[in-house]
């Protein structure tokens, strides 16, 4: 029953929060709502999926939100300025591969704890975004075929939602049935012993980091045709939901580990309990507050994951 | 002793560390279906030694030999690929992963184009049951992480990514060290059965009963130096142990 309850004992705190709100909060069980809510968390699923990633491999990556900022914001640009959607997505995606990779090698090759290394990657990042638009939002008429990246739906589901899914779906394919991804849950695990097993772990942990940075390209891209817009600080709220909704996903399913299925229940979890709280009226701030005990309850119960990745190199 | 065509042998190995030498001239021939003791006290140069020859170290001077052929080794992959696995003292094995990963960790099964690099789950459980079946643990829950198994099952568990790699040697470093006397007993048989298997074991142990009951020779090191070699037969913990203390090996 113990490990039963540790599995699944947060997934099914989910479900009965899910049972609360159904309850208290009108229109809550609405269609249009539960999809909202699903829509409404894609973007940090898509960026917390990254992180994880980035966490098995024991790195941490702090910079994933400054850099899909910048990302959104080069994406944007490029649209605004009539050059083709998939030039401007491609640049997207290339930013946040970029910022990636210079943090998977300032980590391995200078030997900067990712904690460290990631947070200033966040600053440039920040300080570029700010560069390249003066600190204006990019706003215009686009394309359809760009705007559609983010605003679709097929079969009724929003195409926001649709991209979550694939890209959860690709990752817990790539960890659980590729050599890639086994050799990536090594390597984070025990480090020494991957190495002397022969992994090429320096390799690992920079895909690790450029992973969780094509995540926050991605996010950019679809953030950005979402909205029609693109600014410097766009994604600087999704620092912390992300890296919430990934702690606490490692209290279920593989307690103590960063894991896909739990990084999704986590996040629709934090995102049901944003809407459900506005449903029966609490303050915006009531919010922060819980995300701010779910991350340190959540921290608390798989801390030994966390240190490793924030102090070793 | 004479040995015929040794499968490893290293002439003149020696390391050094800045200006401390760890190793000088270390000459050693290391034969197929042989239980080797690697002995010595506390900075005789054991552990540079086995880090030398898992790949982890490269010496600073001196020659390896293999069936006669010089080579490198230049990394704990090269050893592995070389028939040369290691275990060591803190197992190097991932103790919150399941016992299946550790086995196939950096020799993963793959099925389809290589390229896709897809797991073959099937074959890896089929062929770490067979592997531990060798050891008396064939029924054992795979998906078990290590840390809920006991030494002793550690210790298998790390001896069957040796013989996964299809290792011709297996070097073993204090594998009785945090064993209690049940559990010791366990790994001597395995090693044991590793020699009737056809696997040569480098055996580096401070427990001279250890080295006793399981090695053919015994190799000595003092100070970086190699002291001797003696056969085991015919000789006591306690000799074995002033021969250690004193450097004299006669």
């Known amino acids: 029953m113990k490990p039963l309850i540790a599995r699944y004992g947060t997934a099914l705190a989910a479900v009965a929060l899910f049972v609360v709100f159904a309850v208290t909060a009108r229109n809550f069980l609405a269609v249009g709502n539960l999809i909202g809510i699903a829509k409404h968390v894609s973007p940090i699923a898509i960026l917390g999926i990254g992180f994880a990633l980035a966490l098995i491999a024991a790195e941490l990556d702090l910079s994933f939100a400054n850099v899909c900022s910048l990302a959104a914001v080069a994406t944007g640009t490029l649209v605004h300025r009539g050059h083709s959607p998939w030039l401007a997505a491609a640049a997207g995606l290339g930013v946040g591969i970029g910022f990636g990779l210079l943090n998977g090698l300032v980590v391995t090759r200078l030997k900067v704890p990712s904690l460290i290394a990631t947070l200033a990657a966040a600053a440039i990042a920040n300080g570029l975004a700010f560069m390249v638009t003066d600190g204006v939002s990019v706003v215009g008429r686009w394309p359809v075929a760009f705007t559609d990246l983010g605003r679709g739906e097929v079969l009724g589901i929003p195409a926001l939602v649709w991209w979550m899914a694939l890209v959860a779906a690709a990752a817990l394919f790539w960890l659980k049935q590729t050599r890639g991804g086994f050799r990536l849950v090594c390597t984070g695990e025990n480090v020494e012993a991957a190495r002397l097993a022969g992994l090429p772990v320096q390799r690992l942990k920079v895909t690790g980091l450029v992973l969780s940075g094509a995540a926050a390209g991605l996010a950019a891209v679809l953030l950005t045709a979402s909205l029609s817009s693109a600014s410097a600080t766009m994604a600087g709220d999704f620092l912390l939901t992300a890296i919430a909704a990934v702690m606490l996903g490692m209290t279920m399913f593989e307690p103590g580990h960063a894991n896909i299925p739990g990084t999704m229940v986590g996040a629709l979890t934090i995102g049901m309990l944003g809407n459900g709280l506005v449903l029966l009226g609490a303050p915006y701030y009531v919010q922060d507050v819980c995300l701010g005990f779910i991350i340190i309850g959540s921290v608390a119960v798989s801390a030994s994951a966390l240190t490793r990745a924030a102090f070793d190199v | ?250």
Request: glycine share 12%; net charge positive; aromatic share 2%.
């Open chain 2, 1 to 250: 002793m004479a040995l015929v065509a040794p499968l490893l042998e290293l002439r003149g190995i020696g390391k050094s560390y800045g200006p401390v030498r760890a190793l000088h001239g270390i000459d050693l021939a290391i034969g197929a279906r042989e239980v080797i003791g690697l002995c010595g006290d506390n900075g005789a140069g054991k552990s540079t030694l086995i880090r030398i020859l898992s790949g982890a170290e490269r010496p600073s001077e001196g020659q390896l030999l293999a069936a006669g052929r010089p080579i490198e080794i230049r990394s704990p992959a090269n050893a592995l690929a070389r028939g040369i696995a290691t275990t060591y003292q803190d197992l190097a094995l991932a103790a919150r992963l399941p016992i299946v990963q550790n086995i196939f960790m950096g020799a993963e099964l793959i099925r389809g184009p290589s390229l896709l690099g897809l797991l073959d789950h099937r074959r890896m459980r089929a062929e770490a049951a067979t592997l531990l079946d060798r050891f008396g643990l064939g029924g054992i829950d795979l998906h078990r992480p290590v840390s809920d198994l006991s030494g002793g099952q550690r210790q298998a568990v790390a001896i069957a990514r040796a013989l996964r790699a299809k290792a011709r040697v297996v070097i073993m470093d204090e594998p009785t060290a945090a064993l209690g006397v049940a559990e010791s007993r366990q790994v001597l048989d395995l090693i044991r059965r590793l020699r009737a298997d056809g696997v040569t074991v480098l055996l580096v142990s401070h427990d001279m009963e250890d080295v006793m009951a399981v090695t053919t020779r015994v190799v000595i090191l003092k100070k970086g130096h190699k002291a001797g070699e003696i056969e085991t037969a015919g000789l006591s913990a306690a000799r074995l142990g002033e021969m250690i203390m004193s450097g004299v090996v006669a």
